[in-house]
Nanobody, 121 residues
């Protein structure tokens, strides 16, 4: 069993910052790609940022220059630092982790439960 625990969401004013965390625990053998997705009200879920096991990151155009994804493999945790937040960043943010639970190399992806981020004055 693998669990993902997210934290760090909340209400923030425009221009403010938040830092999301997602910690994986359980029967983990190796962690590969880690990422953050968001689903704004009434819209489909979209990729925000992702980071490979080698540390290569990619971002949605809407967040480039404002958000930073990072990972700490010693803690099996991925972070999303969100700066210069805008009202249009309001969404439920969920983490996704691709990992293996054994030496057979079979990869599975797991999702966090989601955390609400609201940007409003």
């Amino acid at each position: 069993q693998v669990q993902l625990e997210e934290s760090g969401g909340g209400l923030v004013q425009p221009g403010g910052s938040l830092r999301l965390s997602c910690a994986a625990s359980g029967s983990i053998f190796s962690i590969y790609n880690m990422g953050w997705y968001r689903q704004p009200p009434g819209k489909q879920r979209e990729l925000v940022a992702a980071i490979t096991s080698g540390g290569s990151a990619r971002y949605a155009d809407a967040v480039k220059g404002r958000f930073t994804i990072s990972r700490d493999d010693s803690k099996s945790t991925v972070y999303l630092q969100m700066d210069s937040l805008k009202p249009e960043d309001t969404a439920v943010y969920s983490c996704r982790v691709v990992l293996t639970t054994g030496s057979d190399g079979y990869e599975s992806d797991y999702w966090g439960q989601g955390t609400q981020v609201t940007v409003s004055s």
